[in-house]
């Protein structure tokens, strides 16, 4: 049954009942996400659930789904002795059976799946999900083992990165932009789908339970620690996960269990193409203006292309700008070749792969570790978004997801595109 969740708009301060669809509040005057409101101020761990569920106090669902993988968080011994750390805590997002981690995707973004396709009605319509690669991945999963209709929504030349460890189900279908396309062309693919009925937006960072879903690695490492840390470590692409643990961290501080602690939020992008980072350096809520010729010349030589967001939650009222300045946090700028070390580093003295956007979050904290901005005695969170995909390439089969549908850029928003998204479901 679904509980008659609140929702608080951050402009308004207005109270919605959530319908597991709604995005925003149709009467703020400005941009402004939504919050969900739970009506436990404590947290307590429901062991007995599976996955990501067993913080399902604070998540904004209406069911529980068939679910495995959740945040595990665990002192650092080798690498927080080689930076001079001694309270360096790995938050591991992936696949790591020996340490309990069993994210089948190798991605965190499976917190947000579980949580958004729990929080989304039964028979609500097919919903709709932009991505990258990573979130593609995650939805894949959820939705499949679950018979959740929905349609991902990639650029083409992101296709290789989709892959399941069990055939999809027909009910999910990948639709790719065509061509040179990016992320921005994703997104703007997936609003055209939206325009048709039957078809649901999932909505990014403006849904409660993406961001909610993303915070349980907050949850994790405070839970494991004891303690709300000193700084929180994360590569970000759309900031989302970011303004996830910002959130975390203000119902922590409510919930009388930990000693009230404002966690600085240190987010990472890999240059060349960091617009928030660019903004930030300027203390400025608007992003530069980017043609599209730039925007896809500098992501073509990114090594962690999903953090390649045209369009980030970064302005809008409740999103990055906003954590950051609320937590006293920074963007940090990472070149290829220093997330490319950390990578190799992790792997040397954690003994695990990781992938390139966790690379740029090691590179940023070993770069402030630089700069005199943290010492040793602080209490770091990493949050580790992704790893172990060695093992589950040499473990497992992967089932590669090949689109139902290419749609040239040109053809984006056209009727004949239309028709064609319709006859897939």
């Known amino acids: ?169 027909p009910c999910v279908k990948i639709v790719a932009a065509g061509g040179e396309s990016d992320y921005y062309d994703a997104i703007r693919l997936s609003n055209a789908i939206c325009g048709i009925d039957g078809f649901v937006n999932e909505g990014g960072a403006k849904n409660v339970a993406r961001r909610d879903g993303m915070g349980t690695t907050v949850l994790s490492a405070a839970t494991t620690i004891g303690e709300i840390p000193d700084y929180y470590f994360q590569a970000v692409g759309s900031g989302t996960g970011a303004i996830a643990a910002y959130e975390a961290n203000l119902r922590l501080n409510q919930s009388g269990q930990f000693k009230p602690k404002k966690m600085r939020l240190f987010v990472s992008q890999n240059l060349p193409f960091a617009p928030m980072a660019k903004a930030w350096a300027k203390k400025s809520r608007t992003l530069d203006p980017m043609d599209d010729g730039e925007a896809l010349s500098e992501i073509d030589t990114m090594v962690a292309k999903v953090l390649s967001n045209r369009q980030p939650p970064y302005g809008i009222t409740g999103g990055l700008y906003d954590a950051l300045t609320g937590s006293d946090g920074d963007v940090i700028a990472v070149e290829n070749q220093q997330a490319l070390e950390a990578q190799q580093l992790f792997l040397e003295k954690e003994g695990r792969d990781i992938c390139p956007e966790a690379g740029v979050a090691l590179a940023s904290l070993m770069l402030k570790l630089k700069d005199g901005a943290l010492r040793r005695g602080d209490v770091i969170m990493l949050n580790i978004t992704g790893g172990g995909m060695e093992a589950l390439a040499r473990e497992n089969t992967l089932y590669r997801a090949a689109p139902s549908l290419v749609v040239p850029r040109e053809d984006i928003g056209a009727e004949t595109m239309k028709e064609k998204i319709k006859s897939l479901f």
């Open 1 to 169: 049954m679904r509980r008659r969740q609140k929702l608080l708009c951050l402009d308004t301060q207005a109270e919605l009942i959530d319908d597991g669809v709604i995005l925003e509040n149709p009467q703020a005057k400005r941009p402004a996400l939504l919050r969900a409101i739970f009506g436990k101020k404590r947290l307590d761990i429901k062991d007995d659930l599976p996955g990501v569920y067993k913080y399902s106090d604070w998540l904004p669902i209406a069911r529980t789904l068939k679910a495995d993988g959740a945040p595990v968080t665990y002192p650092s011994r080798k690498l927080g002795r080689y930076l001079g750390l001694r309270n360096l805590y790995i938050t591991f997002n992936g696949y790591w059976p020996e340490i309990g981690a069993t994210m089948k995707t190798g991605t965190f973004k499976e917190c947000e799946a579980y949580s958004v396709c729990a929080r989304f009605p039964k028979g609500a319509g097919t919903l709709v999900v932009a991505s990258a690669g990573n979130t593609a991945r995650a939805f894949m999963k959820v939705a499949s083992e679950n018979d959740i209709p929905m349609a991902i929504v990639v650029p083409e030349k992101n296709v290789d990165s989709l892959w399941s460890l069990e055939p999809l189900n």
